[in-house]
């Protein structure tokens, strides 16, 4: 991109990544590591399950650890989806759900948000059939940033069939703020509905290159899970350097206030400027600017600051923003302020 247009020092804010890094106590771990990679990684990952048990309040045996959340999104499908049964998804939402379901033969059933992009459980349960096997529930939503609260969580979850397979996506749930945000893990051990709740060190610990998450469920579900697996399917490095990131405290605090206060700074920015945007409880926002939306969008670029578009979504007249640094945040504002400037 710096080649295409000509500039330096370009400023990635399109795929809401941790804006301070990983925790230093996360890169010490993986250079003390680096004499042993000719060694096979521990396939159970004890060692961090150990540690995130311990954190969370939950048994070992609750806990599968995942090369990335979207390997459990894979093996959940493989093991429990047939041929031309059905997936209920939100549209729009992260789109692997759909990818892997299509992938292996299934049915994605997608049902729109509501007018104000929140996830329509009453819709999902209306479209269930005898032939669904899954819903997938982002929570936050990606890319909207809205939540469910717990009560209408729960309130959904007893109406299900007991067949049903629920999978809570809380790929960005440690940002939220609102206090009736509900915790999957705490729907773990009473079933039915079954619950799978998706976790990953890709956001808020910052580790989305080395490819480590997390899946809660029942003890009985993640030895199902870990039957269909991969042996060895998280590497050594990644292993250790998630080990270090949950130690670090003080870099978890660090990254929730930053993105907590750039969240409420672009919120006002939007304000200031009369951009409408979604409300969001996540590390990104969801804003819209009409026609000229990809104009802009170029605009943005030609200033070295990468954002993203939501065609792909189905929302050509949206950007996504992540929450990055103050002065990531003042430049993104700063060349927005240019572009749209540009247009007159």
């Not at 990684?41 to 609750?62: R, V, W």
């Not at 717990?150 to 996506?169: A, G």
């Amino acid at each position: 991109m710096e080649r295409e247009y000509g500039i330096s020092g370009a400023i990635k804010m399109a795929s809401n990544e941790n804006p301070l890094g990983p925790s230093s106590k996360a890169i010490i771990a993986i250079k003390k590591c680096l004499n042993h990679i000719y060694r096979y990684p521990d396939a159970n990952a004890q060692l961090l399950k150990f540690h995130l048990a311990q954190k969370l309040g939950i048994s070992e045996d609750s806990i599968l650890i995942a090369n990335g959340s979207n390997e459990v999104i894979e093996l959940t499908l493989k093991l429990f989806l047939r041929c031309k049964q059905e997936v209920i998804i939100p549209e729009p939402t992260f789109s692997l759900y759909a990818k892997f379901t299509q992938a292996l033969d299934g049915i994605p059933v997608r049902v729109p948000l509501k007018s104000d992009f929140c996830i329509n459980l009453e819709a999902i349960r209306d479209n269930i059939t005898s032939q669904t096997r899954i819903i997938f529930i982002n929570n936050p939503n990606n890319p909207t940033g809205t939540i469910i609260k717990k009560r209408e969580l729960e309130k959904f979850l007893k109406l299900l069939p007991e067949n049903i397979i629920v999978v809570l996506d809380e790929a960005y749930g440690e940002f939220v703020e609102d206090p009736e945000f509900p915790q999957g893990k705490d729907y773990l051990l009473n079933p039915p509905p079954w619950v799978i709740t998706l976790r990953t060190f890709s956001k808020v610990y910052g580790l989305a290159g080395l490819r480590i998450g997390y899946g809660l469920a029942s003890p009985e579900i993640i030895s199902y899970l870990n039957r269909v697996r991969q042996p060895f399917n998280v590497n050594i490095l990644a292993q250790a350097a998630a080990v270090a990131a949950l130690a670090d405290q003080e870099h978890f605090e660090k990254t929730l206030q930053v993105v907590s206060e750039g969240r409420r700074y672009l919120s006002e920015q939007f304000n200031q400027l009369g951009i409408k945007y979604i409300p969001s409880h996540s590390n990104f926002i969801m804003f819209y600017l009409g026609k000229n939306c990809l104009q802009i969008y170029e605009g943005l670029l030609e200033r070295g600051v990468i954002v993203r578009p939501l065609t792909s979504f189905g929302f050509p007249e949206y950007l996504r923003v992540s929450i990055g640094t103050f002065d990531e945040n003042k430049r993104f504002i700063q060349s927005l302020k240019e572009a749209l400037f540009s247009l007159k």
